[in-house]
């Protein structure tokens, strides 16, 4: 074991992290800044994003329409002066990455360009093309290039959070090319691991999401807050979960169950018309859309295929030339990794997990109650995003609480003593933890793929579009057995070298902490508001919840949920109104 | 509609043996299944030891690059049903050493992208209370193309000259520096022109034009680098022909 | 790294492979690449005999009738119909690859590949006209 050692340590190099490490290079010069990420940076998830990042301005839009927007999306569980602090800093992080060479798509004039997002009532959406988060990634990890004091662990896994006399003072990360067991001493980590969609069976997220940071810090002692809060995109290619984007409603494609049959018109969306009307049908809010595919699949009128339900998107009526024109990324993502030309056949689509709005618990400065742990983009809960996230939001919240953790984070550092040498003894231990557990592991009958289908069942079952407290119930047993099963795993790579079972398996683990959570979360939560949606408490519960769930590790390994208060600055809760 | 595939997968244990060998598995076929669907089938359930990258699975990340019937390929865009009947060749890449199984090493690329400056050099920083600076769709046109690579190292694998000359900075990256070149907001063309025009820098390349064809993106780095040839060309005569204060 | 060197627990041991002599034959892209750096073989050819030329006219005429006999023996012959294979072919892809070099903008706009193959082309047929009228005038 070799013990490097640093001033802040940013687990995670994706939109979040980098911009984090930049914060703490250009704040703080003097500290040594360090970023570890188990894949290289350009590799994370950010990397998926399509739409866009919202920051207020056009002449005509104003900060507090930007904030009502989110607030309102977000069922008033946002936190208001988060969401003040964000819409706030938003444009100037948004510049800020405009200096820093993103190439925003832009107005003839040369100014940025700006687009519609669905639940933003003013067009605010800056964009790079249909890549607007391939755009930030690589713009943000070429800009850390210029910095020599950023020292990178590319492709090192972290294990475990160390926690000593109360603080967070480093990690322990296995270095994947060998095998090796490492240290990394930090006085400040941020996490920037990103969300968690891997715990669910159809989700956009990329194979690298399985809540290691929430994990992490869970484990450390940190709570988990507002985890019961899955966001749900409508449609989704059932196996891959590629994305498809909802233009290809907007342009006239139709939902059509195995019937042939445009079945949104039995769920109070509105009648079939030829041509798209907006707010209504195809147009409908996502969530409802989502709920239509569930009560469907619950009269046996969906198709079933080896992936499971679905439905079909139907765009064959639009011709050729209308999906060149309008819709050229559909048909390429079709044709490219799904085998299926949208011109000719229908588009098997289904809702897919698509971002977590739940994640460790921060202030607005990106600190978690652990001192000396912060986080910051999906993997953390400010929380701005409330009980339902707006789109567009997310990509700008990793720019400006990336900052935010990365400033507080180096501030922190720099008021600090070195990590003493218990932290090392620790280390020792998870080491040997890793050794016996997994790495010199024999026996065993458990498969890591069989266990992580039952855990994807369990929470497509329970924790999905609609939740009861019977199958929450169950599902909360039944995550406690796979707990008790992953024991008994059985491992066939003892190497040391690049061991992807070895990843494969503690992602596994990190994933069943991150679900209990959720279903523990959900349970508790006995209202409905944004994405979780009970039928057993159908109507939301303001007197008793308008609360952030707070999931802590209890001492039997099971959380244990709390509340706290949200916090209300000018808007008091009203109606959520879909559409404009 | 045939019910499998074989798949022939270089495996390579550094642990226990010095050189890769060749083992076949038996997968299912599908229409919707990818070279990578079949890898973590394979994965899954019949032999976890099995190791490779991947991520997003829709050509964007970047991890996936393999050799695949011989062609470097992003494996989550090569459909079984394009290699039919089979057996389907998956090797590790060319030209890299590799680490394990199909994983290979590319820290030589992210030391030579830095090599490269890619980012915004500027003589003056504008304060950001100025707002952006302007730039015209057709600006935007110039370098867009260059923008577009995912660092897959598919065209690395192509490039022969890279595989005999590993010291050759390559083609992603010399398409990266001129992405910034070409970016009417920066002012570091010259930097980086003699960091390229070094040996190791566009001269080694001979225009083989692989590079392009494997690029999944279309970045065309091939002609990143005549483009940039051209330049260091015309700035090399000027140097020769005029007075220091004219170039 | 050799392949006798032993594996060490928490150190990468690499494959190499080693880059075969025949790389080239592996694909038809690359024989194609290699067989067009081979036409500077035939162009530095075509020079060399330029320069016997100019050199054998500064002679005087035996001289010179003796080096027109020379090309016409049938060895010679062959070897200047290889050439101008080699040399075609050399022109063509290079022609074909030109757009990659040579971006042209027009009010913003990239002019398309094909017009710029094309323009090489014809200004390839031009200079090749320009040189038969003068060498069939002088006759």
Known sequence: MDRFACDVLVVGGGGAGLRAVIAVAETHPKLRVAVISKVYPMRSHTVSAEGGAAAVIKAGDSLDAHAYDTISGGDWLSDQDAVEAFVREAPEEMLRLEHWGCPWSREPDGHIAVRPFGGMKIERTWFAADKTGFHMLHTLFQTTLKYDAIERYDEWFVTKLLVDAGRCQGVVATELATGKIQVITAKAVILCTGGCGKVFPFTTNANIKNGDGMALAYRAGAPLKDMEFVQYHPTGLPFTGILITEAARAEGGWLLNKDGYRFLQDYDLGKPEPKPVLRSMELGPRDRL??????????????????????????????????????????????????????????????????????????????????????????????????NRLGSNSLTECLVFGARAGEAAAAFAAAQREPGPSVLAQADDEGRRLEEKFRRKTGGHERIATLRAEMHETMEESAGIYRTGATLEKAAEKLQSLQERFGDLALADHSYTFNTELTAALELSYMLDVAEAIVHSALRRRESRGSHQRTDFPARDDAEFLAHSLAYRGADGRPRVEYLPVTITRWPPGKRVYGR | MQPAVTLRVTRYRPEQESEPTLATYEVPYRKDWVVLDALNYIKDTLDGSLSFRWSCRMGVCGSCGMKVNGSPKLTCASFLSDSLPGPIRVEPLDYFPVVRDLVVDMSDFMRKLKKVKPWII?????????????????????????????????????????????????????????????????????????????????????????????????????????????????????????????? | MSAEAHYTPYHPRWYRRRVSVWWWLQNRAYAGFVLRELTSVFVAFFAGVTLWQLRTLAQGPDAYARFLACLGTPLFVALHAVAFLFVLFHSITWFNLAPKAVVVRLSGKRVPDWVVVGLNYAAWLVLSGAVALIVLRGR
């Not at chain 1, 999906?323 to 299926?340: A, G, H, S």
């Not at chain 1, 977590?356 to 995003?385: F, K, Q, R, W």
């Not at chain 2, 065309?220 to 051209?230: E, T």
Request: aromatic share 8%.
């Open chain 1, 290 to 387: 989502s709920q239509a595919f569930v009560k469907e699949q619950e009269k046996g009128r969906t198709l079933e295929g080896p992936y499971g339900h679905y439905v079909h998107l139907d765009l064959r009526h639009l011709g050729a030339r209308v999906i060149d024109t309008k819709l050229p990324f559909v048909r390429e993502l079709c044709l490219k990794y799904q085998n299926i030309d949208p011109v000719k056949e229908m588009i098997p689509v289904r809702p897919v997990v698509h971002y977590m709005m739940g994640g460790v618990s921060t202030d607005i400065h990106g600190a978690t109650p652990l001192p000396g742990l912060y986080a910051a983009g999906e993997a953390a809960c400010v929380s701005i995003n409330g009980a």
């Open chain 2, 122 to 247: 500027r003589h003056d920083e504008r304060p950001l209370a100025e707002g952006e600076y302007l730039q015209t769709p057709d600006q935007l046109d110039a370098y867009k193309q260059f923008s577009m690579c995912i660092n897959c190292m598919l065209c690395y694998s192509a490039c022969p000259i890279y595989g005999l000359e590993p010291s050759f900075i390559g083609p992603a990256a010399i398409a990266l520096a001129q992405r910034y070149n070409m970016d009417s907001r920066d002012e570091g063309a010259p930097e980086r022109l003699e960091i390229l025009s070094e040996h190791d820098g566009i001269w080694q390349c001979t225009f083989v034009g692989e590079c392009t064809k494997v690029c999944p993106k279309h970045v065309d780095p091939a002609g990143a680098i005549q483009q940039y040839k051209l330049t260091g060309a015309i700035h090399w005569l000027k140097s020769l022909l005029l007075p220091r204060g004219a170039r």
